[in-house]
Nanobody
Framework: QVHLVEYGGDLVQPGGSLRLTCTTS????????MSWYRQAPEKQREYVASITASGTTNYTDSVKGRFTISRDNIWNRVYLQMDNLKPEDTATYYCTVTYRTRDYWGKGTQVIVSS
């Protein structure tokens, strides 16, 4: 059973930083691409960033230069370093993986950017 758990969300002031962590179990982590999505209140869930098994990264335009996705194949974790946070980054952040044609999601971690 694939299991994802996100943590690290918090209330932070504009311009601040947070690092989100997603722990995984139930899959051979090093073989799979991982992604982060987010969902702001009353908005649709949107793609944020992804990292392939080989470490190639991709970002949505709105976070390029501010967010960094990385992975640890020893501890089976994926991270999202978020710098220069803006109020529009306020959302619940989810990590996800596609395993055997099924998408698995964690329950999310909430990020609030506000002064």
């Amino acid at each position: 059973q694939v299991h994802l758990v996100e943590y690290g969300g918090d209330l932070v002031q504009p311009g601040g930083s947070l690092r989100l962590t997603c722990t995984t179990s139930g899959l051979n982590f090093r073989l799979f691409a991982m992604s982060w999505y987010r969902q702001a209140p009353e908005k649709q869930r949107e793609y944020v960033a992804s990292i392939t098994a080989s470490g190639t990264t991709n970002y949505t335009d709105s976070v390029k230069g501010r967010f960094t996705i990385s992975r640890d194949n020893i501890w089976n974790r994926v991270y999202l370093q978020m710098d220069n946070l803006k109020p529009e980054d306020t959302a619940t952040y989810y990590c996800t993986v596609t395993y055997r044609t099924r998408d698995y999601w964690g329950k999310g971690t909430q990020v609030i950017v506000s002064s």
